[in-house]
C-alpha cells in the first residue's frame, strides 16, 4: 500500500486515488499530417523506465482533482506530488541511493 | 388529480444500531447543491458572500456554517452547500441570479445523495473500521471535512462536535449499503 499525497488534501491511502499512466504527454497539433507509426507512438507508447517516473493521479475519493507524482518504478517509492502546471519535485542522488524520500 | 408528492428515502424501515455508543440518523431531505467556480475571482466570492451571508471556505478540508448554510470545501473550486428541505429551489435561483455572467456552476443535487449523522463515543471506531482516513483529533477534527471511502462507498464526511458526530454523505444508490454497513460495524461496541 502506498502513501500519496494530494496537494491539496495531505498524504492519503493509495485507495482514495486510481493512477493513470505517464504524465505530460502531449497530444500532437497536428494529428491529420502524421504517419499510422507517429500517431501509434503518441496512442500507445510509453517510456516505461526502471527508475523515476512522472505519472498522472487523480484523488477520486477526494477532492476529485488530477495532479502528478514522481514515483520510483522499482522501490515504489513516491518522491513527491506536483499541481498541474508546477514543475516536478527535484529527487537528490543521495535520496535515490539511499531508497528514501 | 394528485397535487401532493410522497417524499420516499432509501433508508426508509431500515433498522437502526441496537446499543447506545453508536446512534444513527437519516438528516431527510436535506436540501444540497454544489458551486463551482475560481477562487480567485474577488467579484466571484463575493457576489456568493451575499447570497450565503458567510465566506466560501477557501482552506482545504474545512466547511463553514452560518444561518441557513452549512458550506463545505470540495475541492480547489468546488463547495457543496447543504441547506434546510425545499431550501435548495430558492438557494439555486438566487445563485444564479447573482453569479450572471461569472463563469460558475450552480447545481440542485437534493436527490442524488443521502447525508446521515453518525454519532456517540464509539463513533469514531465504526468509521476507523472502514475507511482509510485517519480520524484521531490530531488529524480530523470538528470544522474538518473530507471525500474518501467508507467501504466501497465515497463519502464526504464532516465532524460536527467532539461527542464525536459526523454528517455522511453519499450517493443515494449506495446509501442502504453504508447504513447496513455502519449499523453491522456498531454491533460490537454495544
Ligand atoms: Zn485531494
Known sequence: M???????????????????????????????????????????????????????????????????????????????????????????????????? | MANHIVKVSPLDGLAKPAGSNVSLEERRFLGKVTLRGNPENKDFLSKVKDVLGVD???????????????????????????????????????????????HSQVVDVSDYYVVMRLSGPAAREVLAKGSPLDFHPRAFRAGMVSGTRYANATIQISQLDDQPSYDVQVRWSFAEYLWNYFVEAAREFG
Not at chain 2, 473550486?77 to 428541505?85: G, K, L, P, V
Open chain 1, 2 to 101: 502506498l502513501l500519496i499525497e494530494c496537494p491539496w488534501c495531505g498524504e492519503r491511502d493509495q485507495t482514495e486515488f486510481t493512477c493513470h499512466g505517464e504524465a505530460h504527454i502531449v497530444r500532437p497539433k497536428n494529428p491529420d499530417e502524421l504517419t499510422d507509426e507517429q500517431w501509434g507512438d503518441y496512442v500507445f507508447f510509453r517510456s516505461n523506465p526502471k527508475g523515476l517516473h512522472k505519472e498522472r493521479w487523480v484523488h477520486d475519493h477526494g477532492c476529485r482533482r488530477w495532479f502528478n507524482v514522481v514515483r520510483h518504478t522499482h522501490t515504489d517509492i513516491v518522491y513527491g506530488s506536483y499541481k498541474p502546471g508546477e514543475p516536478a519535485p527535484e529527487v537528490s542522488e543521495e535520496a535515490l541511493k539511499g531508497g528514501k524520500k
Open chain 2, 56 to 102: 466560501l471556505p477557501l482552506t482545504p478540508l474545512t466547511y463553514v456554517a452560518g444561518g441557513a448554510y452549512t458550506v463545505h470545501w470540495v475541492g480547489p473550486d468546488e463547495w457543496m452547500i447543504h441547506t434546510q428541505e425545499d431550501g435548495e429551489h430558492a438557494l439555486v435561483l438566487a445563485l444564479r441570479e447573482a453569479l450572471e455572467g461569472i
